[in-house]
T-cell receptor
Framework: GNSVTQMEGPVTLSEEAFLTINCTYTATGYPSLFWYVQYPGEGLQLLLKATKADDKGSNKGFEATYRKETTSFHLEKGSVQVSDSAVYFCALKETGNQFYFGTGTSLTVIP | DVKVTQSSRYLVKRTGEKVFLECVQDMDHENMFWYRQDPGLGLRLIYFSYDVKMKEKGDIPEGYSVSREKKERFSLILESASTNQTSMYLC????????????FGSGTRLTVV
């Protein structure tokens, strides 16, 4: 079946530190992969996506590369800001419309 | 700006009450979804709908039902609320095959006492 595994949080970083949040997936076919972000008190927002192997999704300084050989889609940012504090969800979509979400990773960035 | 609107941000209900959570989208999306979000468990799919009057069970449908009488509105119903249904409920919608991702509402935090 389909599933997504994210690194356990919470993650606490100082401003301008490098961020990596690991995400691996299991899928029977060739899924599209997504990262969503949830700011405090809000719903989830799409951050970036990649639809096929070796694609790189990027947005707001975040990026993730679809690695089919390692079934991974790790989220990275070179220099985090306090405003990046949020919960990050990795997700996959295979055939059909249903998404499968990871459990989320909470990020806190301190000044 | 496209929107998914959930009628309440916070709701407190008593055990045994029938509870309606409303979700409306203005994007003419065919697909609508209800999730609940709990710490350590992430998002779990309750029900979804690909068309008016159509519904499909997700991973945790027990204790819930849904209604989709109009394309833009998808209601989640807790037939007899219980304390273990205290949670954050998120509504989402998507277009076509969903390749553009979901658009989520802001969520309803339901407390059952």
């Amino acid at each position: 079946g389909n599933s997504v595994t994210q690194m356990e949080g919470p993650v606490t970083l100082s401003e301008e530190a490098f961020l990596t949040i690991n995400c691996t997936y299991t899928a029977t076919g060739y899924p599209s992969l997504f990262w969503y972000v949830q700011y405090p008190g809000e719903g989830l927002q799409l951050l970036l996506k990649a639809t096929k192997a070796d694609d790189k999704g990027s947005n707001k300084g975040f990026e993730a590369t679809y690695r089919k050989e390692t079934t991974s889609f790790h989220l990275e940012k070179g220099s985090v800001q306090v405003s990046d504090s949020a919960v990050y969800f990795c997700a996959l979509k295979e055939t059909g419309n249903q998404f499968y979400f990871g459990t989320g990773t909470s990020l806190t960035v301190i000044p | 700006d496209v929107k998914v609107t959930q009628s309440s941000r916070y709701l407190v209900k008593r055990t045994g009450e029938k509870v309606f959570l409303e979700c409306v989208q203005d994007m003419d999306h065919e697909n609508m979804f209800w999730y609940r979000q709990d710490p350590g468990l992430g998002l779990r799919l309750i029900y979804f709908s690909y068309d008016v009057k159509m519904k499909e069970k997700g991973d945790i449908p027990e204790g819930y039902s849904v209604s989709r009488e109009k394309k833009e509105r998808f209601s989640l119903i807790l037939e007899s609320a219980s304390t273990n249904q205290t949670s954050m409920y998120l509504c989402a919608s998507s277009l076509g095959t969903g390749e553009r991702g979901y658009t989520f509402g802001s969520g309803t935090r339901l407390t059952v006492v």
